[in-house]
């Protein structure tokens, strides 16, 4: 399991409003992605936004790619209600976590390159912060929303405000159920998102709680072709080669599996005219598994690798009867006389983490021109990644022979960082 414990970090200076420099930015409300893509999965929101590329890479929900002025996620800052979730051993964002997020929002702040906000971590392309909905509202507001789109598209959502006690305490609460089969061959999604926010206003104080997950599983889409293989297996050129049919029932041999939440209670204290401070707590937890194609022993290695020269069908996909058979009458006695060894399986990576923090940031106006400003940062983070067999696909065991310690299937295929 690795850990990280990032030390306390206090930020004490003066900042001038006439040394803050111009930052190129993109403001994204309700309406406009409601628009344009709100039926589909978060990160697609920023596909007409200057100076940002979006590429759907496999054709998945929540397998795309962004870049801000050519930088990928790694060199952007992405964060939820001021709380940042870049991966703090990589940089990466995994959208897939966030697949929902597009229908709880209340504003998309996008700032191209390095903000003059001197409590944001430097990041090279820029930084996308994500404000949700705060639980305000006068009256009671059900909305009951179901979206039918191509593919089999179909999302229902029940959307509730209400105001529990008059100018102190709100509730904003969404539950979402989304099921798509994809328009690449396999790339089926099958999601939930659950949402609630509870603020209360308390003279000077706000107070909120918030807690939001998007648990979802979809098949992907992971091997390259070249085009004359998309326009021989399939004519609208939707064509995927990672699944085929185990006993006349179809298998992708890559899938995605997430459940993420995120909850987080924020305090933000106006003590004076000129002197506010905020404070932030937060967690967010869960697990997460990829399956990674076939595997073969032959090759010194368990990582995904394109998988030319498995057997496949007359329509280009796997043929899993052929391996589940070849795999059922491979006896290998150097192992064990009596069970069958696979010698082609489906693997996954398996990710753990448990992730909480805290901010602070306080500010004083000195006059027009001049504030000071405090900020405190913690973040305690900890994550396991390790291999495992998914399925054997007709044997009884397995040998990693990448691992010189392995000897038996029940044996993880791998565990790093540890």
């Not at 200076?13 to 893509?37: D, R």
């Not at 939001?212 to 326009?231: T, V």
């Not at 405190?376 to 067999?389: P, R, T, W």
Request: aromatic share 16%.
């Amino acid at each position: 399991m690795k850990s990280y414990k990032m030390f306390i970090l206090l930020i004490v200076c003066l900042f001038s409003e006439l040394l803050a420099q111009p930052v190129s930015s993109t403001i994204l409300v309700p309406e406009g992605i409601k628009a344009n893509v709100f039926y589909r999965e978060f990160s697609q929101i920023f596909c007409n936004v200057p100076g940002l590329y979006y590429s759907e890479l496999g054709g998945g929900d929540g397998d795309g790619q962004i870049f801000l002025r050519g930088f990928d996620e790694r060199n952007i800052g992405f964060t939820i209600n001021g709380i940042p979730l870049n991966n703090p051993e990589t940089g990466d964002v995994y959208w897939s976590d966030w697949l929902g997020l597009s229908e709880v929002l209340e504003q998309v702040n996008i700032e191209r390159g390095m903000s003059a906000n001197q409590f944001f971590s430097p990041y090279a392309g820029g930084s996308i912060n994500v404000k949700t909905y705060d639980g305000v509202s006068d009256i009671l507001q059900p909305e009951i929303v179901a979206t039918y789109g191509s593919d089999n598209f179909f999302r229902t959502s029940i959307l509730l405000k209400q105001t529990l006690i008059k100018d102190k305490i709100n509730v904003t609460a969404l539950l979402s159920r989304k099921v798509w089969d994809g328009y690449a061959e396999q790339t089926w999604l099958r999601e939930w998102t659950y949402y609630l926010a509870l603020t209360g206003m308390f003279g000077n104080h706000n107070i909120g709680l918030n807690l939001f997950a998007s648990p979802q599983k979809h098949g992907q889409r992971i091997n390259p072709h070249i085009e004359a293989d998309y326009e021989r297996y399939s004519a609208e050129k939707n064509y995927n080669s990672d699944w085929g049919y185990l006993n006349g029932n179809a298998l992708n041999s890559t899938e995605s599996h997430s459940h993420r939440p995120l909850i987080s209670l924020n305090h933000d204290w106006k003590i004076s005219e000129d002197f506010s401070m905020s404070n932030i707590f937060y967690t967010t937890f869960g697990k997460g598994r990829n399956t990674n194609g076939l595997i073969d022993p032959n090759i010194n290695t368990i990582e995904f690798f394109v998988p030319y020269g498995f057997p496949y069908d007359d329509n280009g996909q796997f043929d899993f009867d052929n391996i589940w058979n070849g795999n059922l009458n491979n006896i290998d006695s150097t192992y064990d006389p009596y069970l069958s060894r696979s010698l082609r399986i489906i693997s996954a990576d398996n990710f753990d983490y448990f992730w909480f923090g805290y901010l602070l940031n306080g500010k004083y106006l000195l006059n027009k021109e001049m504030t000071f400003n405090i900020g405190i940062e913690y973040k305690n983070y900890s994550g396991g990644h390790y291999g495992s067999v998914e399925n054997l696909l007709g044997g009884d065991y397995f040998l990693d022979l990448s691992d010189m310690n392995a000897t038996r299937a029940s044996d993880l295929l791998k565990y790093e960082d540890d």
